[in-house]
């Protein structure tokens, strides 16, 4: 005898209502679990924990599954609500901002910023700063970090460039093969039609933005917006003058940076401190 499917709670938040209604057409469909795995190439098991809600689907399940369905982009809707429910309150908006920006620039001090972050990378970090979450979690927060940058491919998104401080190379995460690979997407990223890379180097010395990160967007009509993170805080600036100080000072900094093909050559040269 079969045990009987866990009772769904739809209405606890956007994650369960997604489990709630993957359930709904699923068996509407007349199909089971293995069965639906067989089509969206997931498994059976991750299946039927994004089901009852205790996993974040991977952002490229919705699409499937409204193909599958024929839900005309309700699951991708229903992911884009979800996504946003794994992280704390005060960063929600921050997110909200951040999927319709056109152009983007960001200062990271220490760490690899989230929109340029390997899958093995994120794992690690989080790892690191969260060593008394279960896997299970870190699962979680990996999948939310990849399902931001979709910004790549969204067609929203113009402009996007990064300052990245040297200290960044030298403090790794995961071990050398994970630093390496991450390192390599870097290279990749560091100049292309969409982004632009640049590195300042520990003999630039100090400047405005030294000792945290700024994360600046550019909406519609012009709209800019400014986010400053701390260690576990952050500050959300829609003011016009506080905005346009920190964008100077972002613009200082990529002045003092080194140029986009230097800044992949230095990259480069950084992965032969990690071997393959």
């Known amino acids: 005898m079969s045990a ?3 009772e769904l709670t739809p209405d606890r938040s ?3 209502l997604f489990g709630a209604k993957m359930r709904a057409h699923r068996e509407r469909a007349g199909m089971s679990l293995e069965g639906l795995s067989e089509v969206v190439n997931i498994s ?10 205790e996993a974040m689907p991977p952002p ?8 599958a369905f024929g839900t005309d982009g309700i699951f991708q809707e229903l992911y884009v609500l979800a996504s946003k429910e794994i992280h704390p309150d005060q960063f929600r908006r921050r997110m909200e901002l951040e999927a319709k920006a056109r152009v983007i620039g960001e200062y990271s001090s220490q760490i690899v910023p989230g929109l340029l972050q390997t899958e093995d990378y994120a ?8 060593p008394w979450e279960t896997e299970d ?9 990849r399902s931001r940058q979709v910004a790549f491919r969204s067609g929203i998104l113009r402009r996007y460039s990064a300052v990245l401080d040297e200290a960044m190379f030298r403090r790794g995460f995961g071990d050398p093969a994970v630093m390496r690979a991450q390192l390599a997407h870097l290279a990749e990223l560091a100049l292309t039609r969409l982004t632009m890379l640049q590195v300042i180097p520990l003999e630039a010395g100090g400047h405005a933005l030294a000792g945290g990160s700024l994360f600046l967007m550019t ?3 012009g709209v800019q917006v400014a986010y400053e993170e701390s260690i576990s805080t952050g500050t959300l600036m829609e003011d016009v003058d506080s905005v346009a100080d920190r964008q100077r000072a972002y613009d200082l900094l990529r002045a003092s940076a080194l140029s986009p093909a230097d800044s992949a050559e230095f990259i480069r040269s950084a992965m032969e401190v990690y071997p393959a």
């Not at 059976?44 to 809600?53: F, G, K, M, V």
């Not at 794992?123 to 969260?130: D, H």
């Not at 979690?137 to 970090?145: F, M, N, P, S």
């Open 4 to 6: 009987k499917p866990r």
């Open 14 to 16: 956007a994650r369960h």
């Open 44 to 53: 059976r098991s991750h299946l039927s924990r994004i089901e009852t809600a």
């Open 60 to 67: 490229d399940l919705p699409p499937r599954l409204d193909v």
């Open 123 to 130: 794992r690690a970090q989080f790892r690191t700063t969260s």
């Open 137 to 145: 979690r870190i699962e979680e927060l990996v999948v939310a970090r």
């Open 219 to 221: 909406l519609d009509k």
